[in-house]
Nanobody
């Protein structure tokens, strides 16, 4: 089992920045690929970013590439998402996830999920 707890969400104006954090515990978290997804009411959960177990590889959705940065600290068992130049369309609940499945960009690629943290960007 892997437990994931997100924090850092909040309310920010367009153009602002936020840093999301995810504390991981349980099975050797450093062995897992970690990812961020987001979801708005009535829509499917969508991929945002992911990072390999070593941190050597990262992946981003086209909508956040160049604005968001994913990182991890395996010594602290932490995952981060630095979000810059935020837009109203970034408003969503953001979820931290952990997985092995090769489907990096899909929810089926992740076995464990946090409870989510709300990010609201005003125009």
């Amino acid at each position: 089992q892997v437990q994931l707890v997100e924090s850092g969400g909040g309310f920010v104006q367009a153009g602002g920045s936020l840093r999301l954090s995810c504390a991981a515990s349980g099975r050797t978290v450093s062995d897992w690929r970690l990812g961020w997804f987001r979801q708005v009411p009535g829509k499917e959960r969508e991929f945002v970013a992911a990072i390999s177990w070593s941190g050597g590889s990262t992946w981003y959705s086209d909508s956040v590439k160049g604005r968001f940065a994913v990182s991890r600290d395996n010594f602290k068992s932490m995952l981060y998402l630095d979000m810059n130049s935020l837009k109203p369309e970034d408003t969503a609940v953001y979820y931290c996830s952990a997985g092995y499945n090769p489907s990096i960009y899909e929810t089926r690629g992740y076995a464990y999920w946090g409870q989510g943290t709300q990010v609201t960007v005003s125009s």
